[in-house]
């Protein structure tokens, strides 16, 4: 049986850990990239079901990466939840316009809502 498949971009190295082994358990299969710079190399060899995006990391921001892959024919229907600890409306306003799918601010959201998330993202 095929698994779905997580990326998780996130530079918080314990973030990183809670999100990846409560989404293993969950069944899916996830990867991890911590440098922005890093970020759509992987996703175009790993080929995830989702992205789930922090805005903020090292070399390149999240920001660009969005404008990356929503340029990219291949990318452009990818799911992408953006996961971040911004959280002026400014800020979801300009993801939302880049084409995320999804926007959550990490520190007001539970395991089980970010599950829930990308649940209702895949189906």
Same mark, same amino acid.
Not at 15 to 41: M, N, P, W
């Given at each position: ?10 530079? @918080? ?52 990466? =969005? ?18 600890? =911004? ?9 939302? @316009? ?26």
């Amino acid at each position: 049986m095929y698994k779905k498949k997580i990326l998780l971009a996130e530079d @918080n190295q314990f973030i990183l850990r809670s999100f990846k082994h409560l989404l293993s358990e969950q069944g899916y299969e996830v990867d991890t990239v911590c440098d922005g710079a890093l970020v759509v190399s992987i996703v175009k060899e790993f080929q995830p079901d989702v992205l789930v995006l922090d805005l903020i990391l090292p070399n390149i921001n999240g920001f660009d990466i =969005l404008k990356e892959l929503r340029s990219s024919k291949e990318f452009d229907t990818l799911p992408i939840i953006v996961a971040t600890s =911004l959280g002026q409306n400014e800020d979801k306003e300009i993801v939302m @316009n880049l084409g995320a799918t999804d926007y959550i601010i990490k520190s007001q959201i539970t395991g089980k809502d970010l599950v829930d998330k990308i649940t209702k993202v895949l189906e």
